[in-house]
């Protein structure tokens, strides 16, 4: 997926990228709408058939209903989702202060004590989400 800085898609101005792995990225976005932050998660499809992409896109959809019902602290909430250009996307709070990949390399070792710590909301949060 090319580049979406400055595009809209729907009600989500894109403004700037937060993040990259290897299945998506995410975009800090403006809702014109509610008129506050989001970030919008643009699954990439470039890399799929196109009956891959049509399987996806009906398990994105229950995916993404399935992540709008959690509540959780934390849990980032979802509260839409949407198709691009083909490309599915997730649409969530926005949160600032940087990511966890951003964190750990800027510290580049961690203390096992303060592993500890990331470690135990995110185990939460897996538990709830699997007890649901």
Same mark, same amino acid.
């Given at each position: 997926?090319?580049?979406?800085?400055?595009?809209?898609?729907?009600?989500?101005?894109?403004?700037?990228?937060?993040?990259?792995?290897?299945?998506?990225?995410?975009?800090?976005?403006?809702?014109?709408?509610?008129?506050?932050?989001?970030?919008?998660?643009? $699954?990439?499809?470039? %890399?799929?058939?196109?009956?891959?992409?049509?399987?996806? /896109? =009906?398990?994105?959809?229950?995916? *993404?209903?399935?992540?709008?019902?959690?509540?959780?602290?934390?849990?980032?909430?979802?509260?839409?989702?949407?198709?691009?250009?083909?490309?599915?996307?997730?649409?969530?709070?926005?949160?600032?202060?940087?990511?966890?990949?951003?964190? $750990?390399?800027?510290? %580049?070792?961690?203390?096992?004590?303060?592993?500890?710590? /990331? =470690?135990?909301?995110?185990?939460? *949060?897996?538990?709830?989400?699997?007890?649901?």
């Amino acid at each position: 997926m090319s580049d979406l800085i400055g595009r809209d898609l729907g009600r989500y101005h894109i403004l700037e990228q937060l993040g990259e792995g290897g299945m998506a990225t995410v975009y800090k976005a403006f809702d014109t709408r509610l008129e506050c932050d989001m970030a919008v998660k643009v $699954i990439s499809t470039a %890399k799929f058939t196109q009956e891959a992409v049509s399987r996806a /896109l =009906i398990r994105f959809e229950r995916e *993404a209903k399935a992540l709008a019902r959690l509540t959780h602290p934390n849990i980032v909430k979802v509260t839409d989702y949407g198709e691009y250009e083909g490309s599915p996307y997730l649409v969530m709070e926005y949160l600032p202060g940087g990511n966890l990949k951003q964190y $750990i390399n800027e510290r %580049k070792r961690l203390p096992w004590q303060e592993a500890a710590q /990331l =470690i135990l909301p995110i185990a939460q *949060a897996l538990e709830f989400a699997h007890s649901q």
